[in-house]
């Protein structure tokens, strides 16, 4: 399973959605996001509250283990103007040891928790550079350390430097078991676009920096969303200002193909300030977030002969 969370810096609302292609079993039933919220989704027809130490407007990732057990979580926070104001906390809430210092300044899709390939008790926690120029970073937790509550034992080594775009995102590779990291580059800060795509492999044998790809419409902006479709061969970006392109992906290649543009990226306000996407189960329709003055959730149906026709 794969989370979405966003919080709009508008109307501060939550638009929770999810997708059932990245995590196998129970990894993804516990959400831990907002201000000390969070559900618990291990009886579905019966989701529960749960309290968490979280308090931001940020980034909020989490992940339990097979049976449904909240291992950790983690935040950026905007409250901190530091480029590290990350931050990870146990499954009893508290800050994990050395969970700290975590590479993020406060954005919305800045983190992602990938399980080790190599080592079941290891887990990579990455981050990215939006307003701050430090790229690609990730930390490693250990559920080994302090007594099975976990702990860093490696923090914000860097696997590229630059600008990237508020849209960071994981899926598994088609063997099961290797994982796919996937950013956009920004050019933002420049006044430029650019549609360049940085994909990483994570395996056992390591982690693998895979050549850039050029693809696609030019985004100039540096704040957008990435979703896939329940099979992983659709893979759909949206950004602020208001693109929407979907592409073919082939989770065993990590090749982004044939763009079909959805709505372009205006050229002047007013902009659509789409925030986030996801797919429906069966893969039919695409559902955008935006929101100005007033949050709407937009409905289009991929399998028009016109999809922007069908925006409901």
């Not at 609302?13 to 079993?25: K, N, R």
């Not at 000390?36 to 529960?48: D, K, L, T």
């Not at 950004?239 to 079909?260: A, H, K």
């Not at 050229?267 to 996407?277: G, H, I, V």
């Amino acid at each position: 399973m794969k989370i979405k969370i966003k919080i709009t810096r508008y109307c501060c609302v939550v638009l929770l959605m999810i997708s059932c292609t990245s995590l196998a079993q129970k990894r993804n039933n516990i959400w831990c996001f907002g201000d000390s919220a969070g559900i618990n989704f291990n009886n579905i027809s019966n989701p529960v509250p749960v309290s968490t130490s979280l308090n931001n407007r940020g980034s909020c990732v989490s992940i339990s283990d097979t049976s449904g057990n909240l291992l950790f979580y983690g935040n950026t926070n905007s409250n901190n103007a530091s480029a590290t104001s990350g931050q990870v906390w146990n499954q009893n809430h508290q800050l994990m040891l050395q969970g700290d210092s975590i590479a993020g300044i406060g954005w919305y899709e800045e983190m992602v928790i990938v399980p080790d390939p190599a080592d079941d008790s290891l887990y990579f926690l990455f981050s990215i550079g939006v307003t701050l120029p430090f790229g690609l970073m990730y930390s490693v937790i250990d559920m080994r350390g302090d007594s099975g509550l976990g702990a860093v034992v490696q923090k914000n080594i860097s696997l590229s430097s630059g600008y990237l775009v508020d849209c960071l995102t994981a899926i598994k590779h088609g063997n099961g078991r290797d994982w796919w990291v996937i950013t956009r580059e920004s050019t933002f800060i420049a006044g430029t676009g650019n549609n360049i795509w940085n994909l990483y492999l994570i395996a056992s044998s390591g982690i693998t920096t895979i050549p850039t790809q050029q693809i696609g419409s030019l985004n100039s902006t540096n704040s957008g969303s990435l979703c896939f479709n329940s099979n992983v061969n659709k893979l759909t970006f949206t950004n602020l200002g208001g693109m929407i392109e979907i592409y073919d992906f082939d989770r065993c290649t990590g090749q982004v193909s044939n763009p079909t543009l959805v709505e372009p990226q205006p050229l002047s306000s007013p902009y659509s300030w789409y925030w986030s996407c996801e797919f429906s189960t069966s893969g039919q329709y695409l559902y955008v977030s935006s929101s100005t003055q007033i949050s709407r959730l937009w409905q289009f149906d991929v399998w028009a002969a016109n999809i922007a026709a069908s925006k409901t």
